[in-house]
């Protein structure tokens, strides 16, 4: 190849493009057109100071890349064909009709004792409200799903810290995104509502005051595992709260406890879903969820 040679000549847009000779020089040129003609008005060297071998691997990576850019351009205006199936028709509520009602404020069928027989919240008035009878779970087991949950915090503000206005949500009863009184109320950022319990602290604190109705709007992808007990692919999740969100697709490191790191156990694709009674009169309504 001559030397000086252009070995790419690239248009940045439609008055700037620069070009790479083979003998390691970029220039960046600027085009401006009088009376229709063309004109070079500035001519910049940019790099001098490659060696042979830089050069090479430049012209490689930039060649890889224009080759690339016109393998998108070659796709351009090409339709993807419809899918076949149609979305499936729903009333979206709230809820939406194939979601499950684990909770309409009549009572708790739905759900049982964490350790046996039923769930003992006191239910009044449309609210579940947890009254130190201990953790209750659903009776169903679920994998990937949506999950939408209204809670509040006692409007008398007693304690503080992971005392005030703690319970949770549980996704197969080991992996808790963090109900608390976290307005005006500091504590650690990765234990205040909206977290994934000692993982990750949620994004914003988008709290509302003691005693006033909150929500989370919760995407939940569950761990897999394979048949030797192996994790093959971490759990994710994504939390809206009071419709911020609060965690985007957030991986789930292992089961959250209070103490100690966190670590998988394999356990089965589908299990239940657990709100936690911290000792804390927090209310719940209005829960429902959809399989994934
Ligand atoms: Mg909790």
């Given at each position: 190849m001559q030397a000086n040679a252009a070995v790419i000549d690239r248009r940045i847009n439609s008055k700037a493009f620069f070009e790479l000779?083979?003998?390691?020089?970029?220039?960046?040129?600027?085009?401006?057109?009088?009376?229709?003609?063309?004109?070079?008005?500035?001519?910049?060297k940019?790099?001098?100071l490659m060696n042979r071998l830089a050069t090479r691997l430049m012209v490689s990576a930039l060649g890889i890349s224009l080759m690339a850019s016109s393998s998108f351009a070659a796709d351009e205006g090409k339709e993807l064909p419809p899918p076949k199936d149609e979305p499936k028709v729903i009333n979206p509520g709230p809820p939406p009709s194939d979601a499950i009602v684990l909770f309409d404020g009549k009572d708790l069928s739905k759900w049982e004792?964490?350790?046996?027989?039923?769930?003992?919240?006191?239910?009044?008035?449309?609210?579940?409200?947890?009254?130190?009878?201990?953790?209750?779970?659903?009776?169903?087991?679920?994998g990937d799903?949506?999950?939408?949950?209204?809670?509040?915090?006692?409007?008398?503000?007693?304690?503080?810290?992971?005392?005030?206005?703690?319970s949770g949500v549980y996704f197969q009863g080991r992996y808790e995104i963090q109900v608390l009184d976290s307005y005006n109320n500091p504590t650690y950022f990765h234990g205040q509502a909206g977290s994934l319990y000692k993982q990750h602290a949620p994004l914003v604190n988008a709290s509302?005051?003691?005693?006033?109705?909150?929500?989370?709007?919760?995407?939940?992808?569950?761990?897999r595992?394979?048949?030797?007990?192996?994790?093959?692919?971490?759990?994710?999740v994504?939390?809206?709260?009071?419709?911020?969100?609060?965690?985007?697709?957030?991986?789930?490191?292992?089961?959250?406890?209070?103490?100690?790191?966190?670590?998988?156990?394999?356990?089965?694709?589908?299990?239940?879903?657990?709100?936690?009674?911290?000792?804390?009169?927090?209310?719940?309504?209005?829960?429902?969820?959809?399989?994934?």
């Open positions: 000779r083979n003998d390691g020089i970029l220039l960046f040129r600027l085009d401006v057109r009088t009376n229709n003609k063309q004109r070079i008005v500035s001519t910049m940019v790099s001098i004792g964490e350790k046996s027989g039923d769930a003992k919240w006191k239910v009044e008035d449309g609210v579940a409200t947890i009254n130190g009878t201990g953790t209750i779970k659903t009776k169903q087991a679920f799903c949506q999950l939408h949950v209204e809670w509040a915090s006692p409007a008398k503000v007693e304690g503080e810290g992971q005392g005030r206005g703690n509302r005051k003691p005693g006033e109705w909150q929500y989370y709007d919760i995407i939940f992808h569950a761990p595992f394979d048949a030797e007990g192996k994790l093959t692919k971490p759990g994710t994504t939390v809206l709260h009071n419709g911020v969100l609060v965690q985007d697709n957030a991986e789930i490191l292992g089961t959250t406890s209070h103490v100690g790191a966190p670590k998988y156990t394999a356990h089965a694709a589908k299990e239940s879903l657990s709100l936690q009674d911290h000792h804390n009169p927090v209310r719940y309504r209005n829960i429902w969820i959809r399989e994934l």
